[in-house]
């Protein structure tokens, strides 16, 4: 995901670009968020993942405890973006 994506459209001409303001999400949140669906298949479910989740476990309380971990020891927003990159 890129916090500098231009989006198309306005009130008034179809063709006008504003920029698209994103802010790093340091903790998962189980709530309306940006992430590329390549993040979630191989960081979040596949065999590069950065925590296991529990059966019947929820992704707040593994992923997002590990991030908040990883952004509080390792420089927060300056690690986010290589290391996780989910915006609000």
Known sequence: CD???AREGG???????????????LQF???MHVASTRWYLSRVFGKKRYV????GGFIEDTLGQ?????AREDGG???H??????YL
């Open 3 to 5: 916090p500098s994506v």
């Open 11 to 25: 009130a008034d001409d179809a063709t006008t670009r504003a920029p698209l303001r994103l802010l790093p999400l």
């Open 29 to 31: 949140y189980d709530s």
């Open 52 to 55: 296991n989740l529990p059966r």
């Open 66 to 70: 590990h991030m908040l971990a990883k």
């Open 77 to 79: 927003v300056a690690l």
């Open 81 to 86: 973006k290589e290391y996780f990159g989910v």
